[in-house]
């Protein structure tokens, strides 16, 4: 089926399509203090959550968010026209690899939280956004990381190679070696992986039982069913989550 059918479906129910709490979220845009005119990239917007909620907060600053599910666009097209109308806000239907700023080095944030596999992992998330920000810019990436060493069957269950993701530290240590600083982390909880995860199995049911006549119910089902076990069964001790703070061009001062 679809992809962007079947995200759509099973992240219905969230305000933000990743493992951190809204509490967390508003943390993160406090310690990014936006000057006006400021600007802003989001790499893989989602729903637009992170970069409306900046544009609340940061009047003058311009944003521009790129996501490929056309679902998640139309969903931040809406919020940005409810919440923040008269924001300098665009979002983007595009593939977040194909986006090429006219000017390089130009924005003041710049956000992939969630997708590093759109630039090839970790290392190429950092190095492809470090491209595309100022000098003294913040960028802000979330990625998974091992608690400790998953079992074979778990990373067969869920497609990814041991190598896909490193551990907390590894990840903080791949911006230093890209020359960032890492000046904060935000760390999911249980709490925080179980809403995520839960909603998912939520939205999936409630959605086949609203829809028994789509020829993708079964295949829906199936898959969220798999996730669930294996996530009960070995992701919820093994795979950590973070949003990662890193300053380029030095530290920053809070």
Same mark, same amino acid.
């Given at each position: ?10 992240? @219905?129910?969230?305000?933000? /399509? ?38 609340? @907060? ?13 679902? /998640? ?9 409810? @919440? ?26 710049? +956000? /992939? ?68 600083? +890492? ?63 890193? @300053? ?7």
């Amino acid at each position: 089926m679809d992809m962007w059918k079947f995200f759509n479906i099973t992240h @219905r129910e969230h305000i933000i /399509c990743n493992p951190m709490n809204l509490e967390k979220l508003e943390q993160l845009i406090a310690l990014l203090p936006l000057k006006p005119g400021a600007r802003v990239l989001d790499i893989a917007t989602g729903k637009g959550e992170f970069l409306i909620r900046l544009a609340e @907060r940061y009047r003058q600053m311009t944003g521009t968010g790129v996501d490929l599910s056309p679902h /998640c666009i139309a969903d931040a097209c809406t919020k940005h026209q409810e @919440r923040v109308p008269d924001a300098r806000l665009q979002f983007l239907e595009l593939d977040g690899a194909k986006y090429v700023p006219e000017t390089m080095e130009s924005f003041d944030l710049i +956000a /992939c939280i969630g997708a590093s596999w759109i630039y090839g992992g970790h290392r190429g998330t950092l190095n492809a956004l470090r491209k595309m920000a100022a000098p003294e810019s913040w960028i802000v990436v979330g990625e998974p990381y091992w608690r400790h060493e998953p079992e074979g069957e778990y990373l067969e269950a869920i497609g990814v190679a041991r190598n896909d993701f490193g551990t907390h530290y590894q990840n903080v240590e791949v911006g230093r070696e890209c020359g960032l600083e +890492a000046v904060y982390t935000l760390v999911s909880s249980q709490d925080d992986w179980d809403r995520y995860e839960g909603l998912q199995w939520y939205a999936a049911e409630t959605w086949a039982s609203d829809h028994r006549d789509d020829p993708d119910v079964e295949t829906v089902l199936k898959r969220v069913h798999e996730s669930k076990r294996a996530y009960l069964r070995w992701g919820r001790e093994a795979l950590g989550w973070a949003i990662y703070v890193f @300053r380029k061009g030095g530290a920053a001062h809070f």
